[in-house]
């Protein structure tokens, strides 16, 4: 199934909170695989090139992924908010799970998906 825009907009806006909403807008925005979006650091982000690197892809390749200017606002959004509650750490993980020493798991990151669905 294809969604449209306007049903992606939909779909990442019913997200249950702002980091699985950036977590979905990465992924459909840079076109990154769950897997690959629970994998970002925060090192990963070149907000001077408008990159994102992927370690580690499908077929174990490293790649960089384009950033729109949106995208890269919605990805400082998040960053701000958590850095300020701590849940993003200096060097650490993009989208962290619960623990902020460990990523968000493609589990998680599949359920806020179907709760938004």
Known sequence: MVLSPEEVSRLIACAPNLKHRTALSVAYGAGLRVSEVCALKVGDVD???????VEQGKGRKDRYAMLSPVLLERLRAWWRVGHAQGK??????LFPGLDPTDPLSTRQLNRAIHAAA
């Open 47 to 53: 907000s001077q090139r408008m990159t994102l690197r």
């Open 88 to 93: 993003i750490l200096p060097g650490g993980w």
